[in-house]
């Protein structure tokens, strides 16, 4: 349930984040963020046309990657990007919580600087093809707990110290802070976490997939070690029935809670709704996607999932560390 909300969560947030960052598609280090001085940008450089605007900068997104997928739609972008955050902080909230009285921190905490050789060789094995033996229920290995260790304890908090950075009310309230960790290089430092985030979003995928689906989606979403559909099932019904959030379409149209042109809200739900990036006209189908059986937030109760040997060990970062053949570094290049 936990990990699903937070699937869920963060398509819409990196959605949205994606859909502000592409109203002003340039990063900055410093304040000065005159033109040419950006070091990324997903534009041309700033023309020496005196009538260029910041509206010209903004450039446009498919509708099935940014939310809402309208160019110049930050409004209603920063709508759902900080509203999303709150539900986000707070399962995070809840998440940090839970790890701390299970007892589960020690499986994605190293505790051992072993951790750094082991990771190595388990990355060797991963780029020689030759994959370490999976054994996730029991414990990561020390790749994989580097890698949910950052994301836990670096990237995500990193993401709301600098959204909160970005905020021109605590920017002008804390000027002794703000005028080194300015406004446009936590804007960069956020961008950078969204990095982190799809990377990590994109391996971990994958090795969901390749590594023994069922058994995997066991693991998170039943809470158990078998290889039947439970798992499976069980997000399928989170989902509600495929018709969610993660088959990249909208639990709920986009338009903002008040105002706006009639004309304009029909056409943002249109674009949204995963249809070509139109801004024109409505769209048919937006009916179908409106109205979703909500019975699929009772999930099948997880039992949860028992303490592995490596949380008793003497020595959990080696035990969590290094799988059955990561401990004897591949052979392999
Ligand atoms: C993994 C989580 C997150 C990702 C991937 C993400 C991504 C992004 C991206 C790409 C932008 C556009 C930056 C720009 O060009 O200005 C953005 C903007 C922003 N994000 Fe996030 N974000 C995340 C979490 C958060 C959280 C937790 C907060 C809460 C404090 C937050 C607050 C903001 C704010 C305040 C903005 C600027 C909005 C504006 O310009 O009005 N973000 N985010």
Redo the contacts with the bound molecule.
């Keep these: 349930m936990q990990h699903f909300f937070n699937l869920f969560l963060?398509i819409f947030?990196?959605r949205?984040?994606?859909q502000?960052?592409s109203?002003?598609?340039r990063?900055y280090w410093t304040r000065h963020s005159t033109p040419g001085r950006d070091w990324f940008r997903i534009q041309k450089p700033v023309p020496a046309d005196p009538l260029w605007t910041a509206k010209k900068d903004s450039i446009s997104l498919p509708g099935q990657v940014g939310l809402p997928g309208i160019r110049h739609s930050?409004g209603l972008?920063?709508w759902w990007?900080?509203g999303v955050?709150t539900l986000?902080?707070l399962n995070g909230a809840v998440f940090y919580v839970l790890l701390f009285t299970t007892g589960h921190w020690r499986h994605v905490v190293p505790t051992s600087w072993s951790v750094i050789p082991n990771a190595v060789s388990v990355l060797i094995q991963y780029l020689s093809l030759q994959w370490p033996v999976e054994s996730g229920w029991v414990a990561y290995n020390s790749l994989q707990l580097i890698a949910y260790f950052i994301t836990i304890f670096i990237?995500?908090p990193l993401?709301?110290v600098?959204?909160?950075g970005?905020?021109p009310a605590l920017s002008t309230r804390f000027k002794p802070i703000s005028r080194r960790f300015s406004i446009q290089l936590a804007?960069s430092l956020?961008?950078l976490?969204?990095v982190w985030?799809?990377f990590f979003i994109t391996i971990h995928v994958t090795l969901v997939f390749t590594t023994g689906l069922l058994g995997n989606l066991n693991h998170i979403y039943a809470g158990r070690d078998a290889t039947d559909w439970v798992g499976f099932r069980g997000l399928r019904r989170l989902d509600g029935g495929g018709r969610g959030g993660l088959g990249g379409g909208h639990p709920i149209h986009v338009a903002p809670p008040a105002g706006g042109a009639a004309g304009r809200l029909r056409a943002d739900r249109a674009g949204a709704n995963g249809s070509s990036n139109s801004s024109t006209r409505p769209r048919a189908s937006t009916a179908r996607k409106t109205s979703r059986p909500t019975s699929g937030t009772t999930a099948s109760t997880p039992t949860r999932r028992s303490t592995p040997p490596c949380s008793t060990g003497t020595s959990p970062t080696i035990g969590c560390g290094s799988t059955a053949s990561s401990s004897t570094p591949s052979s392999s290049p």
Excluded: E, N, Y
């Design positions: 963060l947030i990196i949205s984040g994606i502000i960052l109203d002003h598609p990063l930050i972008a920063r990007h900080l955050d986000w902080l990237a995500a993401a709301f600098t959204g909160l970005m905020s804007r956020h961008f976490v969204l985030f799809l």
